[in-house]
Each structure stands twice: as C-alpha cells, then as structure tokens.
C-alpha cells in the first residue's frame, strides 16, 4: 500500500509534462512517505497508439458518410496496426535505426497531413535524418488523431482533451453534460489505466495535479475511504473528501 497516488492527468503536453507531481514525489521521498507517481497522458497515448490500441480504434462503429480521409486510413488500417509499435519506439528513442526506412517513403502509411509537406530536404538537410523521421512519424500520428476526433472522440488531441468547452462555454450546461455522460471511448482506456492503478497500490490518498473532474467523480464513486487532492492551476492544494457529495 502507498500512503499517496500522484497523477498527471491527461492530456497535457506529452513533451514537457508538467513538474509539479515530480517536484512533490522528490520532496516526500526526502520525508519517507511512501508515494507513486504516474502520468495519464503518456500511459493513455500509449496504450491508445499501440497495435492493439489501432485494433479497438478500428472495430468501432465507423460512419459510412466519413470524410475521404477517413476512408483512407481505414482502408489503410491494416498497414497502420503493422508499423504503429515500431514508430511509438523511434519517437522513445528507442529505435533510432528505423529513420532511414521513415524517411523512404514506403514505410508510413500516408494521409491528408503528408499533403502539407515542404521542401524537407531544404528544411532538414542532408544530416537531419532523425529530425526528418520524426517529422514524418508526427504526421502519421496527427492523421490517426484526425481519424479519432472525426469517427471517435471529437474532444480528442494530443495536449487538450475537450478544449472547447473551457473556450466557448457561456454555461455549466454543456460541461455538465459532458461530466455526466457514458464514458468515451479515451474515458475507457483512461479509467481503465487508473483502475489497475489504484487496484495495485492501493492508496489511502489521490492527488491530482489539475481538476479533471470525471476522473475524480469515478474515483469517487468506487473509492470513499479514500481522500482526493486537487490541485488547481492558481491555487494551493486543496483537499477534496466524497467530492460527488
């Protein structure tokens, strides 16, 4: 058992996530308070973009009036579901070999984002073959993206999750709505992570680094003898108990 569960929640950047859940897990090892820290988005981005991620993308009821786009990927599916391990490795740094094979051209399936291509060997050169690959390979992944937010989850993206509504709302009723409804597809998989999370460790204490309220009403719904901490963009840490009530 872990007195503390630190969660990043999705999605914030994946490139620079933030420190703050970091920051506290060094300072409570220096008081031998035992914790465990994870990040949501990374851990949902992973299992999402994964052979058997694409497999449940591609089993879901997909409209037949989808865009052409659309329709290109799926008929694409196959190749995607093939390359998407060996690309998310590259992206890890943990396969830098396969750049060359990236940058040929008949290693990626390719989409509507591949038409926005410049001059890369201007841009990149001749000695910018892994910028050149990663380049590529983000391609690959925001016309996966693009499949999603069109056919799956139109709240959907790589850094925010639902942005529109925090943009455009001039009511709670449209979040209301949204906090309220059966859990989306990304819901699935992310409660799922956080289920086997809290499962294994099993902690008298939740602490979020943002206030990413359905993750916390699920929470609390299954989890009462645990407390949750919030933590606000512009505020102190602030302690929530039974938070539904």
Request: with cysteine; charged share 20%; aromatic share 12%.
């Amino acid at each position: 058992m872990k007195d503390l569960l630190l969660i990043t929640p999705p999605f914030t950047q994946l490139n620079t996530p933030y420190p703050a859940t970091a920051y506290l897990k060094g300072f409570l090892n220096t008081k031998q308070i035992s914790n465990f820290q994870i990040d949501l988005g990374i851990d949902v981005i992973l299992q999402l973009f994964s052979a058997e991620g694409l497999q449940h993308v591609f089993i879901q009821d997909f409209p037949e009036n989808s865009s052409p786009n659309s329709q290109r990927i799926f008929a694409l599916k196959d190749q995607y579901i093939k390359t998407i391990d060996q690309v998310i490795l590259f992206l890890q740094g943990n396969n830098p070999t396969l750049a060359r094979q990236i940058c040929s051209h008949n290693f990626l399936p390719e989409a509507s984002r591949f038409q926005q291509l410049d001059d890369l060997d201007y841009a990149f050169g001749n000695m910018g073959l892994q910028d050149k690959a990663k380049h590529l390979a983000t391609l690959y992944l925001e016309d996966l993206s693009d499949f999603i937010v069109e056919n799956i989850d139109e709240n959907f993206g790589f850094s925010r999750y639902a942005e529109r509504l925090g943009r455009s709302a001039n009511s709670f009723d449209e979040i209301y709505a949204e906090l309220t409804a059966s859990p989306s597809f990304i819901d699935q998989i992310t409660l799922k992570i956080l289920k086997e999370n809290w499962t294994s460790f099993n902690p008298n204490w939740f602490v979020f680094q943002c206030p990413f309220l359905v993750i916390c009403i699920q929470l609390s719904e299954v989890h009462n003898s645990s407390k949750i901490i919030i933590k606000t963009p512009k505020s102190r840490w602030a302690v929530v108990s039974r938070i539904r009530n």
